[in-house]
């Protein structure tokens, strides 16, 4: 992620969606401006609450290094919520 080192990340294979929380957003000094506008209907599940979404953002993430390594294009959809993660 932009020669950014993310070290903690939750990899949860059975989610619908990929969520990048609004302080892993601020460190990877990505501009808001760069965010999609998301239309569709606000996440729920988190907090028991239903959580407004940021937008989106596709970003290029590689997983991996040397001659393993795979580099994958991910939907991000951006949040503002406290996470332990990112």
């Known amino acids: 992620m932009a020669n950014f080192d993310v070290h903690r990340i ?33 996440l729920q599940g988190f907090n028991r609450f239903t959580t ?3 937008g989106y953002i596709d970003l290029i993430v590689n ?3 040397g001659k393993s390594i795979k580099y994958v294009k ?3 959809l951006v949040m503002d919520c406290p996470s332990l993660y990112n």
């Open 10 to 42: 939750l990899v949860n294979q059975g989610s619908s969606c990929d969520i990048m929380y609004t302080e892993l957003f601020k460190t990877l000094k990505i501009t808001e401006k760069n965010l999609l506008p998301y239309v569709g209907a606000d």
């Open 52 to 54: 407004k979404l940021w």
């Open 63 to 65: 997983f991996g290094e």
């Open 74 to 76: 991910v939907q991000f």
